[in-house]
């Protein structure tokens, strides 16, 4: 085992988690399992975390301060920033066409569909300033007014969910990115750089903080910054080291974290299967599109931009960041793995992997607005609303803002959700819907997101020329 590459190790971590919370789960064990083998699943990812945030405000003074032209800060931060966006504007386009293709929500039962359909049309009389997207009128149809007592009912527990405290949490993480149109960027300004240090969803205000800082370190005398810049750099390797010390226990921290998520879904291993076969059409068609991200978007950009690296080499040199993503479901705990393997197996720059990743950490959230995409189609064909072509370009461009205000922690993309529903005239509650097996899910987006970072920064150093393919080879 000593010899054995650390992906691999990671992989056998994974399986054998989920075998034992299937056993865990059919022989009753799962108490135990919860308490005693779930706590260090905690750990692993709180060591991550904490990890994380000084290691993107150093990473990011570092890449800068390393500058000798300040000119070329500029160059790759646009070409970082479009990078990003193009490549999300790209995942919420596959999603899209997917869910249209498919037509998931469409494969349940008609008459379970038109309750739902009905549903949300007493939604919509009872909520003020919205109106039905598609202009039908199931409510004065004379054939399903014996369902309208039913729906009623079924409603009210909607509304009482709605107003439970989850989800008032929910839609106060959502109203943030309300108000004027400038609010984005007034969030992207701290006025306490202490505060946002210790808060991981204010990822955005550290690496404001943190391009700010070594911009005016660049352009002060060098025998005034080099002190600085020699802390900066000191404290950089401290926090790498600590990467590299915790890695080295990631298979059993990794088993831990996936016995644990999955003993609490269910009681017994029935119950877990039962839970994924009422959604499995929707989980089949998301599935799809985040592998077609994975495995032919980003190969084929890599193969156009970097001509001699192979898919399966690139696979080969991101693949223990990809399998750390999978089993954490954050791209800021999976950040300095991801870090470590662009920089070290890949051959990117430290310059381009200190500005690039944090950014794409916060910023580059392709897996989740693909699903946002996704889920939002899916819960309208559930409630039978057709959207418009227009509908879903307003999908496009809210999944695409809502992924960048999107923190990069576990089940971020559920909150946002929220966000895209309103800002299309649907029912927030409707994200209870797919709320069972989003853990799962929410493990593979953060693949497409993480391997998204990946595939950016390797082109930008391409472009940059600050990129060194042999140095990975031996890996």
Known sequence: ???????????????????????????????????????????FIRLLKFIAVPLVLF?????????????????????????????????????????????????????????????????????????????????????????????????????ALAQSEDMVKKKSAASELKGSPLQFFVEFVPDNI????????????????????????????????????????????????MVEIVMNAAPFFVFALMAGVVAKMADTPAEVFEIFKGLASYSIVLSFGLALMVFAFYPMVMKLVVRKLSYAEFFRRISPAQFLAFSTSSSAATLPVTMECVRDNIGVSKN??????????????????????????????????????????????????????????????????????QSVGLNPAWIAIIFPIDRILDMMRTVVNVTGDATVSTIIAKSEGELNLDLGKHI
Do not use: C
């Not at 999603?95 to 359909?117: C, F, M, Q, T």
């Not at 005016?216 to 926090?239: I, R, Y």
């Not at 064909?381 to 960048?404: F, R, Y």
């Open 59 to 159: 990473s990011i003074i570092q890449g800068i301060s390393g500058m000798t032209d300040i000119s070329k800060l500029g160059r790759m931060g646009a070409k970082t920033l479009i990078a990003y966006l193009i490549t999300t504007v790209a995942a919420v386009g596959v999603g899209l066409l997917l869910v249209n293709i498919a037509k998931p929500g469409n494969r349940i039962a008609d008459e379970s569909r038109v309750k739902n359909r009905i549903k949300y049309e007493l939604w919509v009389q009872e909520t003020d300033g919205v109106e039905i997207l598609d202009g039908k009128n199931f409510l004065a149809d004379p054939q399903y007014s014996n369902l309208v007592g039913e729906a009623n009912q079924a409603l009210a527990a909607e509304i």
């Open 352 to 421: 381009v992997t200190n500005f690039v990743l944090p950014i794409g950490a916060t910023v580059n959230m392709d897996g989740t607005s693909l699903y946002q995409a996704v889920a939002v189609v899916f819960m309208a064909q559930l409630h039978m609303v057709d959207l418009s072509v227009g509908q879903q370009l307003t999908i496009v461009l809210t999944a695409t803002l809502a992924s960048i205000g999107s923190a990069a922690v576990p089940s971020a993309g559920l909150v946002m959700m929220i966000v895209v529903l």
């Open 194 to 241: 202490f505060a946002a240090l210790t808060d991981g969803k204010k990822m955005l205000q550290v690496i404001f903080f943190a391009i700010f800082f070594g911009i005016v370190l660049l352009q002060l005398p060098k025998n005034v910054s080099k002190p600085v810049e020699d802390l900066v750099n000191g404290l950089n390797e401290v926090f790498l080291r």
């Open 1 to 43: 085992m000593k010899n054995l590459a650390l992906h691999w190790k990671i992989i056998i971590g994974l399986v054998l988690g989920i075998i034992y919370a299937f056993i865990s789960s059919a022989l009753g064990w799962n108490k135990f399992t919860i308490d005693w083998i779930d706590p260090f699943g905690t750990i």
